[in-house]
């Protein structure tokens, strides 16, 4: 299984950056998909998710309204549109699948993960 996110880059505060994650070696709608990211110095966190149809999405509070996450399971691929970009928004953002139904934003429960992708966020 391979998780590959790519997209991430350097924008100025209050500009928009999208993300993608494609996945191969899995059956992609058998998963729900979700964004983490780890700033420099912390730990990292959870951003969104989205169920297997797409149909449900769900996201932490400090990105609500500025971000939207998606999927195409005919392409395998998940993304993330990130606007209104905050300098607080720098961090390495990671895609990862958890088998199964129920959604979760905790880290132990997904079960693959990508390697990363820098978003980095001037002020």
């Known amino acids: 299984v391979q998780l590959q996110a790519s997209g991430g880059g350097l924008v100025q505060a209050g500009g928009s950056l999208s993300l993608s994650c494609t996945a191969s070696?899995?059956?992609?709608?058998?998963?729900?998909m979700g964004w983490f990211r780890q700033a420099p110095g912390k730990e990292r966190e959870f951003v969104a998710a989205i169920k297997r149809s797409g149909d449900n999405t769900y996201y932490e509070d400090s990105v609500k309204g500025r971000t939207t996450i998606s999927r195409d399971n005919a392409k395998s691929t998940m993304y993330l549109q990130m606007n209104s970009l905050k300098p607080e928004d720098t961090a390495v953002y990671y895609c990862?699948?958890?088998?199964?139904?129920?959604?979760?934003?905790?880290?132990?429960?997904?079960?693959?993960w990508g390697q990363g992708t820098l978003v980095t966020v001037s002020s």
């Open positions: 070696g899995l059956t992609f709608n058998r998963y729900i």
């Open positions: 990862a699948a958890k088998y199964g139904y129920y959604w979760s934003s905790r880290q132990s429960d997904y079960d693959y």
